[in-house]
C-alpha cells in the first residue's frame, strides 16, 4: 500500500534562520584569522534587536580584527531586512555581543597537540543518509522543498517580478511513494511567503486579492523554474492533480524576526534530510569542527553518500556516537533498510565502513577540510545535498582578507573507488 511523507524548509530570511547565519558568519570570520579557533556561538533575533552570544577560545589577531556587530548587520542586509518597514533592519536594528571565553574544563579534554588526538568536543549521537531517489542522493520532499525557496529568493532578489515579496517564507512538500518505497507523485505542496500590505477594497476584499495574484504567480514563475531544475524522471510528478495551499492564513506581511523570534539551532531536520533517517538532536551552525554534533554528522553523511554512490545499497543510515574527551567513537550503526546489494548484514558493513573511514575527531577535521572559513553558506537550504565546490570568500572584518575556500567537501564522491574495492563492486 502506498505511503505519504512530508518534509519541510524554511527561507534564509526565516528568523531562526537569520539567526543561524549570523552565528556561522561569526565563526566563519574568528576561522578566517584562527584555523584552530573554538567557537559555540548562538543568536537571537527578535524586532529590532540581536544578541550574540557564546563562547569564544582563539589568538589575540582574530580578537583584535572580528568585528562581531558589523558581521551581523552585513548578514542581515544580504537577506534582505534593509527597510525600517519591516521592523528589523540591518541599519537600525540593536546589536548585543555577549561573547566570552571557552570553558577550560571542556578544551582540555579536546586539545591534545596532534590531530590523531583529539577528543570529541562532546558527547552524543550524529547521524548521515542518503537515497538514491534524487540526482544528489537526498529525500525527494525534502529536496524539492529547499529548491522552491532558493528560488522564491532569487525571484525577490532580481526584482524583476512577484516585487511584492519580502523575505520570510516556508515551504512543505508531501509525496506518494509506493509500498516498495518509490516515489510515485507530488501529493501536496504548502508555500508561505511574507509580503508587502495589498490595499483597496477593504480588508477582505484586499486579501483576496493578495492571495489570487500570489497563487497565480507562483505557478506563472515559481513552478515552472523549479520543475527546469530537476530531473526528467521527477519532474514527471509535478501534475494537475497536486494540491496547492498558497499563504493559507490569508495574510502574511508581518514576519522575520518582527513576526516571531528567531534563535540558532531551531531548524536541525531542515538542516539535515527532512525526517528521513534519524537525528541525533544536536544543532550545527555557529560551532566549530570539534564540536562532533556538527563535524561527525557531515561524516555520517558523506559515508552514507559514497555508498550509495558505490551501490553497496539504494538507501542508508549510518550513526556514529563519541564521549566528550575520547578519541575512538563508542561505534558505528548502519541500517541499509533492506536495500543491500553486497552479501553482507548490516553489521559487517559498518565493520567494514568503520575501517575505510578514520572517525576520530581529528582525522575528520583533516579529511574534510573543516578548519576552513566554510560555515557561512551552509546555514540556509540545509547542509546536505548542496554543490561542493570553490569560491574566493571575503572575511567581514576590520582588516578584510580574500581566501579561496571549498564548500560542502561532505557532498564529495572521492571514496566511490575505495568503496567498491572494499566491497568487491
Not at 335 to 363: C, H, L, Q, W
Request: proline share 4%.
Amino acid at each position: 500500500m502506498s505511503y505519504l511523507f512530508t518534509s519541510e524548509s524554511v527561507s534564509e530570511g526565516h528568523p531562526d534562520k537569520v539567526a543561524d547565519q549570523i552565528s556561522d558568519a561569526v565563526l566563519d570570520a574568528f576561522l578566517n584569522y584562527d584555523p584552530q579557533a573554538k567557537v559555540a556561538c548562538e543568536t537571537f533575533v527578535t524586532t529590532g534587536l540581536v544578541v550574540i552570544g557564546g563562547e569564544i577560545k582563539c589568538n589575540t589577531e582574530a580578537k583584535a580584527k572580528v568585528d562581531v556587530q558589523e558581521i551581523a548587520r552585513n548578514v542581515i542586509d544580504k537577506i534582505g531586512y534593509n527597510k525600517s518597514e519591516y521592523q528589523f533592519d540591518y541599519k537600525s536594528c540593536g546589536i548585543l555581543n555577549a561573547l566570552h571565553e571557552q570553558s577550560a574544563d571542556i578544551n582540555q579534554g579536546v586539545d591534545r597537540g596532534k590531530p590523531e588526538e583529539q577528543g570529541a568536543g562532546d558527547q552524543g549521537m550524529m547521524f548521515g543518509y542518503a537515497s538514491n531517489e534524487t540526482d544528489n542522493y537526498m529525500p525527494l520532499p525534502l529536496a524539492i522543498s529547499h529548491l522552491l525557496l532558493q528560488e522564491l529568493a532569487a525571484i525577490r532578489k532580481e526584482g524583476k517580478v512577484m516585487k511584492y515579496l519580502r523575505p520570510d517564507a516556508k515551504s512543505q512538500v508531501t509525496i506518494r511513494y509506493s509500498d516498495k518505497g518509490r516515489p510515485e507523485a507530488i501529493d501536496t505542496i504548502v508555500i508561505s511567503t511574507q509580503h508587502d500590505e495589498f490595499v483597496g477594497g477593504g480588508e477582505k476584499t484586499a486579501q483576496m486579492a493578495m492571495q489570487e495574484r500570489i497563487t497565480a504567480d507562483i505557478h506563472k514563475y515559481l513552478i515552472p523554474r523549479v520543475k527546469k531544475l530537476m530531473n526528467a524522471k521527477n519532474r514527471r510528478l509535478f501534475t494537475d492533480a497536486i494540491k496547492y495551499h498558497i499563504n493559507p492564513t490569508g495574510n502574511f506581511v508581518i514576519g522575520g524576526p518582527h513576526g516571531d523570534t528567531g534563535l540558532t539551532g531551531r531548524k536541525i531536520i531542515v538542516d539535515t534530510f527532512g525526517g528521513k533517517g534519524a537525528h541525533g538532536g544536536g544543532a550545527f551552525s555557529g560551532k566549530d569542527p570539534s564540536k562532533v554534533d556538527r563535524s561527525a554528522a557531515y561524516a555520517c553523511r558523506h559515508i552514507a553518500k559514497n555508498l550509495v554512490a558505490a551501490g553497496v545499497c539504494s538507501e542508508i543510515l549510518v550513526q556514529v556516537s563519541y564521549a566528550i574527551g575520547v578519541v575512538e567513537p563508542m561505534g558505528i550503526y548502519v541500517n541499509t533498510y533492506r536495500t543491500s546489494k553486497v552479501k553482507m548484514n548490516d553489521g559487517e558493513i559498518a565493520d567494514k565502513v568503520s575501517k575505510i573511514f578514520d572517525m576520530r575527531p581529528g582525522m575528520i577535521e583533516k579529511r574534510l577540510k573543516l578548519r576552513n572559513p566554510m560555515y557561512l553558506e551552509t546555514a540556509a537550504y540545509g547542509h546536505m545535498g548542496r554543490n561542493n565546490e570553490t569560491i574566493k570568500k571575503q572575511a567581514v572584518c576590520t582588516d578584510p582578507i580574500t581566501r579561496e575556500v571549498e564548500l560542502f567537501t561532505w557532498e564529495k564522491l572521492d571514496f566511490v573507488d575505495q568503496v567498491k574495492k572494499e566491497f568487491g563492486l
